[in-house]
């Protein structure tokens, strides 16, 4: 009995930990590191068509890593979507990188939800590697010229406070 509880009180702190990190709120201090050049990819969509990061260069990028069974991310996405609605116009790609699921289960998630931004898939999460993803959600903030300007570990708690982000980018 009591190793029982011993394995059921160690699996929550686990458990915690992991929330824990994907609730935090700092800027990111790993992966490409702000003022330098965002590193290239090329992904799938949910339609199976490649995009790479270097075929924005020109444009703002939002990119952000997320993941279905993610709790901060499923909370920070009604807020992506409306700055995809409002920001696109103004010129403002918005990207989100499924980490290690399926074409299918992010389609279903997505649909189940009505989001309509476009989601690339890093299904063998090479992506987590090269950009030293170390808690989700994670966002970085690129310019026009590739650069970062910002990167965030967690999730936002408001459409504004990406708004707030988003100066760093926007012309």
């Known amino acids: 009995m009591i190793k029982k509880v011993s394995?059921?009180?160690?699996?929550?702190?686990?458990?915690?930990?992991?929330?824990?990190a994907g609730c935090a709120t700092e800027t990111a201090t790993r992966g490409p590191?702000?003022?330098?050049?965002?590193?290239?990819?090329?992904l799938p969509n949910l339609d199976g068509n490649y995009t790479s990061l270097n075929s924005y260069r020109g444009k703002?990028?939002?990119?952000?890593?997320?993941?279905?069974?993610?709790?901060?991310?499923?909370?920070?996405?009604?807020?992506?979507?409306?700055?995809?609605?409002?920001?696109?116009?103004k010129g403002l790609v918005l990207l989100t990188v499924n980490l290690g699921e399926s074409t299918?289960?992010?389609r279903n998630f997505m649909q189940e939800n009505g989001f309509t931004m476009p989601v690339l898939?890093?299904?063998?999460?090479?992506?987590?590697?090269?950009?030293?993803?170390?808690?989700?959600?994670?966002?970085?903030?690129i310019d026009k010229d590739g650069i970062v300007r910002e990167g965030?570990?967690?999730?936002?708690?408001?459409?504004?406070?990406?708004?707030?982000s988003l100066t760093k980018i926007m012309p």
């Open 121 to 141: 898939l890093d299904s063998s999460r090479v992506l987590l590697n090269s950009y030293q993803i170390t808690g989700i959600p994670t966002t970085f903030f």
């Open 33 to 42: 590191q702000v003022g330098s050049l965002a590193p290239d990819f090329n």
């Open 60 to 89: 703002p990028v939002l990119l952000n890593f997320w993941a279905t069974w993610c709790g901060p991310c499923r909370m920070e996405m009604p807020f992506l979507q409306e700055i995809y609605d409002e920001w696109t116009d």
């Open 104 to 106: 299918n289960v992010a």
């Open 152 to 164: 965030r570990i967690g999730s936002f708690p408001s459409k504004e406070t990406i708004e707030q």
């Open 7 to 20: 394995i059921a009180v160690l699996l929550l702190i686990l458990i915690s930990l992991l929330l824990v």
